[in-house]
Every structure is written in C-alpha cells, then in structure tokens.
C-alpha cells in the first residue's frame, strides 16, 4: 500500500497544555479545509501529549484527515497516526518505516539542504519539508533559504514538497508557485482571532490553477 500524497493545507499544533482549547481550534482548521495535521509538542507532561495525540486522531479521523506526529514513533504506533514527522535529531527514517504500518506517512525535515532530502528520499520519505522560507516565531533562528530552494526540488524529486516557516496569507501563493505541494503552517492558523477563517482562506489557495515559476 502506498502512502498518500500531501498536498493542501497541512496545520501544525502549537504548544499548549489546554487540551480542550487545542481540540476546538483542530475542529475549525478541519472545518476550513485542512488536508494534514501535524501534532507537534514539546511539553514535558507525557500524560498530557498521549492526551493531546488521542484527541487529535479521533477529531481527524472523524474529518477524514491526515494525522501526522512530530517526532515521536512510539506515540504514533500508540494512537494509530497516520504517520511521522522527523528531523535531523528524530529516529532515522528507514528505522520508521520498518515500525510503521504499510502505507504509513513518513516526512523529513531538510531545513535548506537538498543533499538532505536526496537521502532522506532514498530512504524512503513521502514527503521533503524545506524552510523557514520567512520570518518564524516559532524557530527565529531557523536556516533563511530562499524559494529557489523548493524550485529546485521540485526539479530534482517525485515526492510531495512542503514550505515552512513564517507561511501567512500574503506570502502563501508564492511558496506554493515555487513548487510547494503543502504549505506547512503554525501562528498564522492558530495564533489568529479566526480561525476557521484563516483555515478557508489558505484552503482556497491551492484551488487555483497550478503555476510553478
């Protein structure tokens, strides 16, 4: 079985220990369209993260969307996701795939190497996450490549292509011409007064037509 192909709005969770505030604000991101979330924490409370997760899938599930989690194989076996996230300090990919269900999601965090992404496809990711493309106040020291980067990618791979970092609705169109297949996004989702309506309007970006430039 095959995994499937990212594309779309993929939000990621922001940290929080409010499960229920996390819970609502999911909901009105699946509402407005999401494809993908990613559940990405790094609290130290183990009980609240399995808490978190569980939720999480079961409001996903419910939407029939993607649930991806960051780092971490054993929560992801635990609660039946859809699949992993992993980073340059996270478990090594073929390591994963071997743990993980047939057709289960693997990503890879290339930051700006393109050299990392050749390696992270031969061993066998389904999808390249290149960025912080902007500004990121989440990682505000975060590698600054430019969309060139994902041009090149898009050159190079035959696998979904995310953007991340500081992604908002005026820079949006441009990662997603530059050749991004997902547009990674954080603050400007849930660090919004709306936003169910932050959701729609990312969403509505990737119903035009496609121009990668």
Same mark, same amino acid.
């Given at each position: 079985?095959?995994?499937?192909?990212?594309?779309?709005?993929?939000?990621?969770?922001?940290?929080?220990?409010?499960?229920?505030?996390?819970?609502?604000?999911?909901?009105?991101?699946?509402?407005?369209?999401?494809?993908?979330?990613?559940?990405r924490s790094k609290l130290t409370d183990v009980a609240v993260?399995?808490?978190?997760?569980?939720?999480?899938?079961r409001v996903c599930r419910a939407h029939g969307t993607l649930?991806?989690?960051?780092?971490?194989?054993?929560?992801?076996?635990?609660?039946?996701?859809?699949? =992993?996230?992993? /980073?340059?300090?996270? +478990?090594?990919? #073929?390591? !994963?795939?071997?743990?993980?269900? %047939?057709? @289960? $999601?693997?990503?890879?965090?290339?930051?700006?190497?393109?050299?990392?992404?050749?390696?992270?496809?031969?061993?066998?990711a389904d999808y390249l996450a290149f960025g912080s493309f902007?500004?990121?106040?989440?990682?505000?020291?975060?590698?600054?490549?430019?969309?060139?980067?994902?041009?090149?990618?898009?050159?190079?791979?035959?696998?979904?292509? =995310?953007?991340? /970092?500081?992604?908002? +609705?005026?820079? #949006?169109? !441009?990662?997603?011409?530059?050749? %991004?297949? @997902? $547009?990674?996004?954080?603050?400007?989702?849930?660090?919004?007064?709306?936003?169910?309506?932050?959701?729609?309007?990312?969403?509505?970006?990737?119903?035009?037509?496609?121009?990668?430039?």
């Amino acid at each position: 079985m095959n995994a499937p192909r990212l594309r779309g709005l993929y939000a990621i969770t922001p940290d929080t220990a409010d499960c229920d505030w996390l819970e609502q604000r999911v909901e009105q991101v699946l509402r407005g369209g999401a494809r993908a979330v990613q559940y990405r924490s790094k609290l130290t409370d183990v009980a609240v993260r399995h808490e978190q997760a569980r939720r999480l899938r079961r409001v996903c599930r419910a939407h029939g969307t993607l649930f991806i989690v960051n780092d971490d194989v054993d929560l992801a076996l635990e609660i039946g996701a859809d699949g =992993v996230h992993l /980073g340059r300090d996270d +478990a090594p990919i #073929a390591q !994963a795939r071997s743990r993980l269900p %047939a057709g @289960a $999601l693997i990503g890879a965090s290339c930051y700006d190497q393109i050299e990392r992404a050749q390696d992270a496809v031969r061993a066998g990711a389904d999808y390249l996450a290149f960025g912080s493309f902007f500004a990121s106040s989440v990682k505000p020291g975060a590698v600054r490549p430019s969309l060139d980067l994902l041009r090149e990618a898009r050159k190079r791979f035959d696998v979904a292509l =995310v953007a991340i /970092g500081g992604i908002t +609705a005026d820079n #949006a169109l !441009a990662a997603i011409h530059a050749g %991004a297949d @997902a $547009l990674a996004v954080i603050t400007a989702l849930f660090c919004v007064p709306e936003t169910l309506a932050a959701a729609r309007a990312f969403a509505a970006l990737f119903e035009q037509p496609s121009q990668v430039v």
